[in-house]
Structure formats: structure tokens, C-alpha cells
């Protein structure tokens, strides 16, 4: 199979680790070009990684990158314009999450996915780790009964700088699109989109969320409890609340867990390790490969209508938080 090449936007933290995660996909993947706003970082992930082609305009990466996918690894706030910038050049796109600021701006690129025939995919790599689908095989075949509830959290401390991503408004800070979108997939994902939204947030001077917490009501009696910050930490943990039982995706339940416990109540216990090479991206890498190379333009396991819905719940919450970036509303 010919190797899979890929163009990275923005070669920061997590594109170091996609990169690196190359190397466990199931078949050959390899960046061959990148685009960076600032030389020298782009020069230097280049050399770090054997990277030829490196551009630090966006037009002339367009134009000239041969790739098979582009991934996004920007900030929130340019994932639009590099998105629909990629999508118009018909050149596939993940795109790190959240994939765009608004509701409305997804519409805008799935729109341009669907006029140019071209791949667009949310980078929720969550959705793909073994530990995911380990749960959602144990939901499917019923080994908790019927959900009743999900509680999850996501929490990070992260250092106080006003203009990093984490704090300011203008590259859409606060905690609930950079961490509290995990927990509103997990709910989403097992429980679909919900029939109300309350949220609550601890609100910075800058008018961004530090603390959020959402509860998600279903029209059948489900319900989520959800939570993210990042002016704490605490274990970040998930658990699917059955009728007959519990599963609980240990810390960090959105990265590499340190295991899933399964209570029932009849007494029985189960446990299960969760062992994989490297972060974990290899698993997205290896759909949006499948995708790309039978020409579709989204993947039936993360859709692009799954990460709109998630958006336009995201809009309510901020909504309700009084959370506006007004930039881009």
C-alpha cells in the first residue's frame, strides 16, 4: 500500500504527538509537508522529523503541498478560514477540536465538503481509542443494561498566561471548548443530543469560562452531569450508569486510561487494562486513511452531523454562561 502523506497546519505540542503516533498506524503514513507561521519552529519540527517541504504562507502550502490530508492543529479561532482554505484546494482536512468556534462556521465547512466532494472530519481522537470501543461494545451487547446516567469530567490547571489558548477570548479561551467538549461527546455519543441544557460557569474577567458544569436532560429520564475547568485539577474520570450496572473509564479516561472497571450489581467485578503504542492517534489516522482512499467526504463513525450537533449544544451553554467571543458570532 503506497505510504499515506500528510501536511500538518500549526506544528505545535500536538502535532508532535500525531507525528510521532505515525509510526503505529496499520499502514505507512508519512508528513511531508508543513506549514508554519514562523520559520525557525517549522524548520525545527522539520528536522526533528525528516519533513522536506516547509512554507510559511498559507497560499503557496495550498498551492503546492502534496498531500493525501492536511491536519489542523491550530488554534480554535483559524480552523474556519484553514479549513475551508484546504477544502476549496480539495485537499481532505482533520481538524483538531473543537473544529470550528460556532454551529454556524460548521455549517459553512461542511457545506464546502460537500460542494468540493472532499474529506472533513473532526480530530475527536477519543472516538477511536480501544478503551472507546471497549465500552461501547459492552453498552451494545448490554453488560450494564439501559443507561441511566453519565457523569464525566475534564480538568487541567493550566498556568496562567492571558494570551494563551487556555485564557484568551480572542483564540476562543476558557475550558469548556478546549476540555469540556470531551465530556459533552461522551454524552452525546452514548446518549445523542439532549432535550435541555442547564450550565453554570465560574466567568473570568476576560469573560471567559474557568469553570463549567452542564447538565444534559433526555426526553426517556437520561441524564449527563458534566464538568471541565482549568483553574483546577482534579481526576479526570467517566462513568456510563446502567440499570444493572456501572463502567468506569479510569483517569485519564480521555487519553490512554489506566484501566476500565466494570461493577455490576449483582457483585460481579471486571477489569480491564488498556495498553496501546503511543498517545493514540494512530487510530483516527488510520479512518481518515480508509475515508480518503474510498472517496468519501465524511466517516459514518465521527460524522460531520455528530460534530455539529455537539457545536449547537456548545452554543447553548455559552449561551446560558454568557459566554461570547465576539469576534466570530
Not at 483553574?231 to 462513568?239: K, P
Not at 450508569?241 to 479510569?250: F, R, T
Not at 480508509?290 to 459514518?300: F, H, I, K
Request: net charge negative.
Amino acid at each position: 500500500m503506497d505510504t499515506f502523506k500528510w501536511g500538518i497546519i500549526g506544528p505545535g505540542k500536538i502535532a508532535n504527538d500525531f507525528t510521532k503516533d505515525l509510526e503505529f498506524a496499520s499502514s505507512p503514513h508519512k508528513v511531508t509537508t508543513i506549514y508554519s507561521r514562523n520559520r525557525e519552529k517549522g524548520e525545527e519540527f522539520a528536522s526533528k522529523y525528516d519533513i522536506a517541504n516547509v512554507y510559511t504562507s498559507m497560499e503557496e502550502f495550498i498551492e503546492k503541498a502534496d498531500v493525501d490530508a492536511v491536519y489542523i492543529a491550530t488554534p480554535h479561532t483559524l480552523h474556519r478560514e484553514e479549513a475551508l482554505a484546504c477544502l476549496r484546494k480539495k485537499i481532505p482536512v482533520l481538524c483538531e477540536k473543537p473544529i470550528a468556534i460556532n454551529a454556524d462556521q460548521m455549517n459553512e465547512l461542511m457545506a464546502s465538503s460537500t460542494e468540493n466532494e472532499t474529506f472533513l472530519m473532526e480530530g475527536m481522537w477519543t472516538r477511536f481509542l480501544p478503551s472507546i470501543e471497549l465500552v461501547t461494545k459492552m453498552v451494545e451487547q448490554g453488560t450494564i443494561g439501559d443507561i441511566v446516567a453519565i457523569k464525566a469530567s475534564m480538568s487541567y490547571k493550566a498556568p496562567y498566561d492571558p494570551n494563551s489558548r487556555y485564557f484568551n477570548p480572542d483564540l476562543g479561551g476558557g475550558s469548556l471548548l478546549d476540555l469540556g467538549i470531551y465530556p459533552v461527546f461522551l454524552a452525546m455519543f452514548f446518549l445523542g443530543k439532549p432535550a435541555e441544557i442547564k450550565s453554570f460557569a465560574k466567568i473570568s474577567d476576560k469573560g471567559i469560562d474557568e469553570t463549567c458544569a452542564i447538565l444534559l436532560n433526555y426526553s426517556n429520564g437520561q441524564y449527563a452531569m458534566l464538568d471541565s475547568s482549568i483553574i483546577t485539577q482534579m481526576e479526570s474520570l467517566a462513568e456510563i450508569i446502567g440499570d444493572k450496572g456501572i463502567i468506569k473509564i479510569l483517569a485519564p479516561w480521555t487519553e490512554k486510561p489506566a484501566g476500565i472497571e466494570v461493577n455490576l450489581y449483582n457483585g460481579t467485578k471486571m477489569a480491564y487494562p488498556c495498553e496501546w503504542e503511543g498517545h493514540g492517534f494512530q487510530f483516527e489516522v488510520d479512518e481518515v486513511a480508509r475515508c480518503v482512499r474510498n472517496n468519501q467526504s465524511y466517516s459514518n463513525l465521527l460524522p460531520q452531523h455528530f460534530s455539529l450537533d455537539m457545536l449547537e449544544t456548545m452554543d447553548e451553554i455559552r449561551s446560558q454562561i454568557h459566554v461570547v467571543y465576539e469576534k466570530y458570532e
